[in-house]
């Protein structure tokens, strides 16, 4: 436990105030790209454009020989770029890797204005936040920033799972938790060697027919994740955290990848990673609230009035409770339309709604 009083000082002298609120930002995608590779680094203006969160990966798929290159063509492109109002985010190497104490030193000396938030992976309790929080706090320091960087943890470690509440609280600066379903797997001798998605042998089967025991008997496939996202998006939303889906691996099954990310997205998920500019597409549509159910929840908001008490609309009961999720989905719309042209009139949106 911390002195919840300390939540509003910095942890250490100097230091930016840490962030009292994560504001709602549209991230519908976490898009990964490899710093070091002069060919993506190329195309970051053009990708800029296209993305809610753009992320420089030092960590795993960036080979060990490319480590120190990673983190310096991170510092340069944050740097040469105009990000607008699209996120800049990094996922530093693991807290036990040779590289991650200059990761966290370089990144905050020569980008830390420009970086907004710092994925760690592989978190397994508070004691990892703590740390990070503290380190971050005295770099800021010491290189005279303005404002405090956000701290977003990767769940893939069972023992992360099991103090997913801990670490959701244990700064100010948590932003929010990405599932990591390929080291989560591994972590937890799961049988599968798949990245996120279903599998065909997680399934449940009819009994059989008395009358017929050869006959064939359907099965339904279950969700291996399903667990785990809930008690992710419970932390979350309990914290003032946000809950993200992570990496789905099979890029040439758009298909089960937009079923994965739906999931996701209707368990309370804000957004997911995106690993190809392929899956940018989906997670856009995926993550932003279908139009006709935006304009159904305007239309419960605007007949509840003050939203107490008890109406019908179409032949379906509304309350104090409907109306509340009704607002979830309207806010959720605006946050996107405010960045998304496309979205705002799909969303019949005018500009005095968006205003605020
Ligand atoms: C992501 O980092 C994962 O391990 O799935
Ligand atoms: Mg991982």
């Known amino acids: 436990m911390r002195n919840p009083r300390d939540f509003t000082k910095p942890l250490a002298i100097g230091a930016p105030m840490p962030?009292?609120?994560?504001?709602?930002?549209?991230?519908?995608?976490?898009?990964?790209?490899?710093?070091?590779?002069?060919?993506?680094?190329?195309?970051?203006?053009?990708?800029?454009?296209?993305?809610?969160v753009?992320?420089?990966?030092?960590?795993?798929?960036?080979?060990?020989?490319?480590?120190v290159a990673a983190r310096e063509g991170l510092v340069s492109i944050?740097?040469?770029?105009?990000?607008?109002?699209?996120?800049?985010?990094?996922?530093?190497?693991?807290?036990d890797s040779p590289w991650v104490l200059d990761d966290f030193t370089q990144i905050v000396s020569e980008a830390g204005e420009k970086v907004d938030v710092i994925m760690v992976p592989k978190v397994e309790g508070p004691w990892d936040i703590h740390?990070?929080?503290?380190?971050?706090a005295q770099l800021e320091a010491k290189a005279g920033t303005s404002r405090s960087?956000?701290?977003?943890?990767?769940?893939?470690?069972?023992?992360?799972?099991?103090?997913?509440?801990?670490i959701c609280s244990a700064s100010p600066r948590m932003q929010g938790i990405s599932?990591?379903?390929?080291d989560l797997a591994a972590s937890r001798r799961m049988k599968t060697t798949r990245v996120g998605g279903g599998h065909p042998g997680y399934l449940v089967r009819v009994d059989p027919d008395a009358t017929n025991p050869?006959?064939?008997?359907?099965?339904?496939?279950?969700?291996?994740w399903h667990y785990t996202m809930a008690r992710m998006v419970d932390a979350c939303a309990a914290t003032g955290c946000l809950p993200y889906y992570g990496p789905f691996g099979d890029i040439g099954d758009s298909v089960a990848c937009e079923d994965q990310f739906r999931n996701a997205f209707l368990m309370g998920c804000v957004g997911a990673w995106s690993l190809h500019p392929k899956q940018i597409d989906i997670a856009r549509r995926v993550f932003s609230p279908p139009p006709d159910e935006v304009l159904w929840a305007k239309r419960v908001i605007d007949e509840m009035g003050d939203g107490a008490g008890t109406i019908m609309i179409d032949g379906k009961m509304q309350d104090d409770a409907t109306v509340k999720q009704c607002h979830v989905m309207v806010n959720t719309a605006k946050l996107i339309a405010?960045?998304?042209?496309?979205?705002?009139?799909?969303?019949?949106?005018?500009?005095?709604?968006?205003e605020g």
């Open 19 to 52: 962030p009292n609120d994560i504001a709602p930002r549209p991230s519908r995608m976490i898009h990964f790209f490899d710093p070091s590779n002069e060919r993506m680094a190329n195309k970051v203006p053009d990708i800029i454009k296209k993305v809610d």
């Open 54 to 67: 753009l992320l420089a990966n030092l960590e795993d798929a960036i080979e060990v020989g490319n480590k």
């Open 78 to 95: 944050a740097n040469s770029n105009d990000f607008g109002d699209t996120q800049f985010w990094t996922r530093v190497n693991s807290l």
């Open 131 to 136: 740390y990070v929080d503290q380190l971050l």
């Open 149 to 166: 960087i956000q701290v977003h943890a990767i769940l893939e470690t069972a023992l992360g799972v099991t103090n997913v509440e801990e």
């Open 179 to 182: 599932l990591g379903p390929a």
């Open 214 to 224: 050869d006959a064939h008997r359907p099965t339904a496939q279950q969700d291996l």
């Open 338 to 354: 405010r960045r998304d042209t496309e979205y705002a009139e799909m969303y019949a949106f005018t500009p005095q709604d968006l």
